[in-house]
Nanobody, 119 residues
Framework: QVQLVESGGDLVQPGGSLRLSCAASGSTVSTNTMGWYRQAPGKERELVASVGNGGRRNYAESVKGRFTIFRDNDKNQVYLQMDSLKPEDTAVYYC?????????????WGQGTQVTVSS
């Protein structure tokens, strides 16, 4: 079975940086679409960044130029480098593995890691 374990969430001041990590087991990050989503209190979960199995990256407009998603296929991990953090980036961040199926796709989620941006 697929398991995703996130780490790296923390309290950071505005303008600071964090790197989130997601360790995958049961499947490989290189052959699936990997993504980072976030959910702030009272808001719906939203896509932050994703990387397809072909390497194409996609970012939410709100994080373009500040966040970078990348994979380490040897370690079977995906990362989210977050720079120039803003208070509005505060949320629980979830790692997602999207596996293509003949009928569509199947999503797997990690447990989430809290990111708080505050002075």
């Amino acid at each position: 079975q697929v398991q995703l374990v996130e780490s790296g969430g923390d309290l950071v001041q505005p303008g600071g940086s964090l790197r989130l990590s997601c360790a995958a087991s049961g499947s490989t990050v290189s052959t699936n679409t990997m993504g980072w989503y976030r959910q702030a209190p009272g808001k719906e979960r939203e896509l932050v960044a994703s990387v397809g199995n072909g390497g194409r990256r996609n970012y939410a407009e709100s994080v373009k130029g500040r966040f970078t998603i990348f994979r380490d296929n040897d370690k079977n991990q995906v990362y989210l480098q977050m720079d120039s953090l803003k208070p509005e980036d505060t949320a629980v961040y979830y790692c997602n593995l999207r596996m293509a199926r003949w009928w569509g796709h199947e999503d797997y989620w990690g447990q989430g890691t809290q990111v708080t941006v505050s002075s």
